[in-house]
């Protein structure tokens, strides 16, 4: 296998002891490793001050940048606009959101190849001609390539994914951005990030039995909830840490998006040096080596954690159990022990139709081959599976060393499926026969998230997340609340027989293997390859820069929507069968916010139009306004925009006129998408005032003409009874960031400096 970028990260390497010693310098104290690699990649180079965590905007400069195919095409149409010939760091395209899985995995990805074509052609073309890496659809998921071909220890990388953090696996900082922020990165510029809070997690004692790494994150996001890691980077540390191979660590880091927590990570260890060694980059593993000290946190940070980490959590792996998360949510933990009881005290359907594993965070060959070990005692044990059963690989390397090493013929025996090397169920993705009934349902699967009617589209469907083992033990048993640590199951001849703890190799006996990885490189010179869009293109569309600000408050904004309690960025741009526009804004902008709920009615996809008074879908209500040239304005709940890291959700209000969100609180990545799309991104400065926001107001937005860091602006409601009430709104815009703001976008500022 082919090393890639081995100079860059010599490079970085070499960096290190100098950066280093220039951070230990201004912060004056030992070192978490989230801070190392933090200070060795700063864009102006050494550190001159220590920046304050959580409030401090830093401009970094990563190591790489990798896109998924349903976001590469809108960051890549926006590079097209900034005046670059080639891209400036090493940077590639996956090509795994656009396959749906149906049928299994040959019919699936020529069925894919058939509908996308016009899509995946435009992705390599753009690729080759900006000098960008390109793997092919069945190549696998963009964070699993990543982890075998790209990551590694101590560099920083970002991704317009969310789960890009599955690379912390490496020991990277590997954090989910939007396009615009890819686009700075490609294009050679700075980028910000506020310094993040550290939220250290120790593990002690050792996996056994039933447990597997990722019931560490489920436990974390049972502690810390879907928002408890905004703006923090979570380090992991201790000798439980130490004991994990590195591809649980990559399951624990990816889901870690889950918390909202800006990245996780582990320091360097033996368990990377033999992953990386298994995947052919045993040259990284020996660059590493004369570094590692450099590639974890420093032993007085791990000995008293406590004074170098904002918050520390504690988990002994010794004494964890097998959880499962949801539904509806992925931070709702519930230890397997005490299923049945939480089952029927929440009137939860107990049958398990279907149970799926795989997919970026659970597909990794120690995943498989413990979930094989379990399949094999169906017909050892002389048992059934009671559910339907899917596999998901994680990329092309791991499909055929699977099947090479006879995983896939033991899975076909007790009736599973295999679906293509793609994100398929785990995004909204699968054609599932029958989902259109809207049955009242339950499924158990190995990914990350598991928001209502994220899998196959039915809102009533409950999905619980689980280990590859106990997802596995599950569907077979076809049972919720069965519990394999202590159960038993009746086989065929009437006896009962209790299933074996999952056994597996952390890494292939046989080494792995591939015939074609799906790697297409870059063309040397990229100056005569054509990127050609049809203008009647149903699935591409160039962009044209947004307008200005206008120089003057916004005056008589319309209330678009007040949305209610959960709102995350499926919620305001749904994925599913919607992923097919995702190159085209106007297109995909019909579906913004139809799945956000109304808070003066209940309902989703149904607004007051303040033009007619009648009631519509939110799309054609705001192109109602946006003809009439008013600006509206969007309202939300807590954790505003959780979840992916899909500018989509941002560019689609800001394309159809929507001027401002206000909200309780954002997450991170919603909010930055928010703000380099020329968008105002505001929280109320008293929460309880999002209750004052009615129905037909009308709002006016002032203190723009002063808009300065730090200082609130003011919002005045006018009601329809003639009414006002003024409300303070604060910010976190600096002064980059308002820039932004007055061009129209961060994308116009970096337009015209190239320009001149």
Same mark, same amino acid.
């Given at each position: 296998?082919?090393?890639?970028?081995?100079?860059?990260?010599?490079?970085?390497?070499?960096?290190?002891?100098?950066?280093?010693?220039?951070?230990?310098?201004?912060?004056?104290?030992?070192?978490?490793?989230?801070?190392?690699?933090?200070?060795?990649?700063?864009?102006?180079?050494?550190?001159?001050?220590?920046?304050?965590?959580?409030?401090?905007?830093?401009?970094?400069?990563?190591?790489?940048?990798?896109?998924?195919?349903?976001?590469?095409?809108?960051?890549?149409?926006?590079?097209?606009?900034?005046?670059?010939?080639?891209?400036?760091?090493?940077?590639?395209?996956?090509?795994?959101?656009?396959?749906?899985?149906?049928?299994?995995?040959?019919?699936?990805?020529?069925?894919?190849?058939?509908?996308?074509?016009?899509?995946?052609?435009?992705?390599?073309?753009?690729?080759?001609?900006?000098?960008?890496?390109?793997?092919?659809?069945?190549?696998?998921?963009?964070?699993?390539?990543?982890?075998?071909?790209?990551?590694?220890?101590?560099?920083?990388?970002?991704?317009?994914?969310?789960?890009?953090?599955?690379?912390?696996?490496?020991?990277?900082?590997?954090?989910?951005?939007?396009?615009?922020?890819?686009?700075?990165?490609?294009?050679?510029?700075?980028?910000?990030?506020?310094?993040?809070?550290?939220?250290?997690?120790?593990?002690?004692?050792?996996?056994?039995?039933?447990?597997?790494?990722?019931?560490?994150?489920?436990?974390?996001?049972?502690?810390?909830?879907?928002?408890?890691?905004?703006?923090?980077?979570?380090?992991?540390?201790?000798?439980?840490?130490?004991?994990?191979?590195?591809?649980?660590?990559?399951?624990?880091?990816?889901?870690?998006?889950?918390?909202?927590?800006?990245?996780?990570?582990?320091?360097?260890?033996?368990?990377?040096?033999?992953?990386?060694?298994?995947?052919?980059?045993?040259?990284?593993?020996?660059?590493?080596?004369?570094?590692?000290?450099?590639?974890?946190?420093?032993?007085?940070?791990?000995?008293?954690?406590?004074?170098?980490?904002?918050?520390?959590?504690?988990?002994?792996?010794?004494?964890?159990?097998?959880?499962?998360?949801?539904?509806?949510?992925?931070?709702?933990?519930?230890?397997?022990?005490?299923?049945?009881?939480?089952?029927?005290?929440?009137?939860?359907?107990?049958?398990?139709?279907?149970?799926?594993?795989?997919?970026?965070?659970?597909?990794?060959?120690?995943?498989?081959?413990?979930?094989?070990?379990?399949?094999?005692?169906?017909?050892?044990?002389?048992?059934?599976?009671?559910?339907?059963?899917?596999?998901?690989?994680?990329?092309?390397?791991?499909?055929?060393?699977?099947?090479?090493?006879?995983?896939?013929?033991?899975?076909?025996?007790?009736?599973?499926?295999?679906?293509?090397?793609?994100?398929?169920?785990?995004?909204?993705?699968?054609?599932?026969?029958?989902?259109?009934?809207?049955?009242?349902?339950?499924?158990?699967?190995?990914?990350?998230?598991?928001?209502?009617?994220?899998?196959?589209?039915?809102?009533?469907?409950?999905?619980?997340?689980?280990?590859?083992?106990?997802?596995?033990?599950?569907?077979?048993?076809?049972?919720?609340?069965?519990?394999?640590?202590?159960?038993?199951?009746?086989?065929?001849?009437?006896?009962?027989?209790?299933?074996?703890?999952?056994?597996?190799?952390?890494?292939?006996?046989?080494?792995?293997?591939?015939?074609?990885?799906?790697?297409?490189?870059?063309?040397?010179?990229?100056?005569?390859?054509?990127?050609?869009?049809?203008?009647?293109?149903?699935?591409?569309?160039?962009?044209?820069?947004?307008?200005?600000?206008?120089?003057?408050?916004?005056?008589?904004?319309?209330?678009?929507?007040?949305?209610?309690?959960?709102?995350?960025?499926?919620?305001?741009?749904?994925?599913?069968?919607?992923?097919?526009?995702?190159?085209?804004?106007?297109?995909?902008?019909?579906?913004?916010?139809?799945?956000?709920?109304?808070? /003066?009615?209940? +309902?989703? =996809?149904?607004? &007051?139009? #303040?033009?007619?008074?009648?009631?519509?879908? $939110?799309?054609? @209500?705001?192109?109602?306004?946006?003809?009439?040239?008013?600006?509206?304005?969007?309202?939300?709940?807590?954790?505003?925009?959780?979840?992916?890291?899909?500018?989509?959700?941002?560019?689609?209000?800001?394309?159809?006129?929507?001027?401002?969100?206000?909200?309780?609180?954002?997450?991170?990545?919603?909010?930055?998408?928010?703000?380099?799309?020329?968008?105002?991104?505001?929280? /109320?400065?008293? +929460?309880? =005032?999002?209750? &004052?926001? #009615?129905?037909?107001?009308?709002?006016?937005? $002032?203190?723009? @003409?002063?808009?300065?860091?730090?200082?609130?602006?003011?919002?005045?409601?006018?009601?329809?009874?003639?009414?006002?009430?003024?409300?303070?709104?604060?910010?976190?815009?600096?002064?980059?960031?308002?820039?932004?703001?007055?061009?129209?976008?961060?994308?116009?500022?970096?337009?015209?400096?190239?320009?001149?």
């Amino acid at each position: 296998m082919k090393v890639f970028d081995l100079d860059m990260i010599q490079k970085v390497y070499a960096q290190y002891p100098e950066r280093i010693a220039a951070a230990r310098k201004v912060v004056g104290r030992p070192l978490t490793l989230s801070e190392k690699i933090l200070y060795a990649h700063l864009w102006d180079g050494n550190a001159q001050a220590a920046y304050e965590r959580g409030n401090s905007y830093v401009d970094f400069a990563p190591d790489r940048v990798a896109m998924q195919d349903a976001t590469a095409q809108m960051a890549l149409l926006q590079f097209m606009q900034a005046g670059k010939k080639r891209v400036a760091v090493p940077s590639t395209v996956h090509a795994d959101h656009l396959i749906q899985a149906k049928l299994g995995a040959s019919k699936d990805l020529q069925e894919s190849l058939n509908q996308n074509n016009e899509v995946f052609n435009f992705l390599s073309s753009i690729s080759n001609k900006y000098g960008i890496g390109f793997w092919k659809p069945g190549a696998g998921i963009i964070h699993q390539v990543v982890l075998e071909n790209y990551a590694f220890p101590g560099g920083m990388m970002i991704g317009t994914d969310s789960h890009t953090v599955n690379a912390g696996g490496l020991g990277m900082i590997a954090i989910g951005v939007g396009g615009a922020d890819a686009v700075d990165v490609m294009a050679g510029m700075a980028w910000e990030l506020k310094f993040p809070k550290l939220i250290g997690v120790k593990l002690t004692g050792k996996l056994s039995g039933w447990t597997s790494a990722k019931d560490v994150i489920l436990k974390v996001a049972d502690i810390l909830t879907v928002k408890g890691g905004t703006g923090a980077i979570v380090e992991y540390f201790g000798e439980g840490a130490i004991s994990l191979s590195c591809t649980g660590k990559g399951t624990i880091c990816n889901m870690g998006a889950e918390i909202g927590a800006t990245t996780s990570t582990f320091g360097y260890d033996e368990s990377m040096r033999r992953y990386l060694e298994a995947t052919g980059r045993k040259e990284v593993a020996d660059a590493a080596d004369q570094v590692k000290a450099y590639l974890t946190g420093d032993p007085e940070v791990y000995a008293q954690p406590e004074k170098y980490f904002d918050r520390v959590i504690e988990i002994n792996l010794s004494e964890l159990e097998p959880h499962l998360n949801g539904p509806f949510t992925p931070d709702l933990a519930t230890p397997i022990s005490q299923m049945k009881e939480v089952a029927a005290q929440n009137g939860w359907p107990t049958k398990v139709e279907v149970g799926l594993i795989g997919s970026c965070t659970n597909s990794s060959y120690e995943d498989i081959s413990r979930a094989v070990s379990l399949a094999k005692q169906v017909a050892q044990k002389g048992l059934k599976t009671k559910a339907e059963f899917t596999i998901t690989p994680g990329s092309e390397l791991v499909r055929y060393t699977i099947e090479r090493d006879g995983f896939l013929d033991t899975f076909s025996q007790i009736g599973a499926r295999v679906f293509a090397n793609a994100c398929g169920p785990c995004i909204g993705m699968w054609d599932r026969m029958g989902a259109e009934k809207q049955e009242r349902n339950t499924i158990v699967h190995s990914f990350n998230r598991n928001f209502a009617k994220r899998a196959d589209g039915n809102p009533n469907t409950l999905a619980f997340v689980a280990s590859p083992e106990l997802v596995t033990a599950l569907a077979i048993a076809g049972d919720l609340t069965f519990n394999p640590i202590t159960d038993t199951l009746i086989n065929e001849k009437g006896e009962a027989v209790k299933l074996d703890p999952p056994t597996g190799d952390e890494l292939p006996h046989k080494g792995f293997a591939v015939e074609d990885a799906g790697y297409e490189a870059p063309a040397e010179d990229g100056s005569k390859v054509q990127v050609d869009v049809k203008e009647d293109s149903k699935r591409l569309q160039l962009l044209y820069p947004f307008a200005a600000w206008e120089g003057i408050d916004l005056k008589g904004l319309k209330l678009l929507i007040k949305a209610k309690g959960k709102c995350t960025t499926d919620h305001i741009s749904m994925a599913g069968p919607w992923l097919k526009f995702r190159g085209h804004l106007d297109n995909i902008s019909n579906n913004m916010l139809i799945g956000a709920v109304n808070y /003066f009615n209940d +309902k989703t =996809d149904l607004v &007051k139009n #303040q033009l007619t008074g009648a009631y519509g879908p $939110v799309p054609s @209500t705001q192109r109602d306004y946006k003809a009439a040239s008013i600006g509206s304005i969007v309202v939300g709940d807590e954790n505003y925009g959780e979840g992916s890291s899909r500018e989509h959700a941002a560019m689609e209000p800001r394309h159809l006129g929507v001027r401002v969100v206000l909200v309780k609180s954002f997450a991170r990545i919603h909010e930055t998408n928010l703000k380099k799309q020329g968008m105002l991104a505001l929280t /109320f400065a008293n +929460k309880d =005032d999002y209750n &004052k926001i #009615q129905e037909d107001d009308n709002i006016d937005i $002032v203190g723009l @003409t002063a808009f300065t860091p730090g200082k609130p602006l003011e919002v005045i409601l006018k009601h329809s009874d003639g009414s006002t009430e003024t409300i303070q709104a604060n910010h976190s815009y600096n002064a980059q960031q308002i820039e932004w703001f007055k061009a129209g976008g961060a994308l116009n500022v970096i337009r015209k400096q190239f320009a001149s």
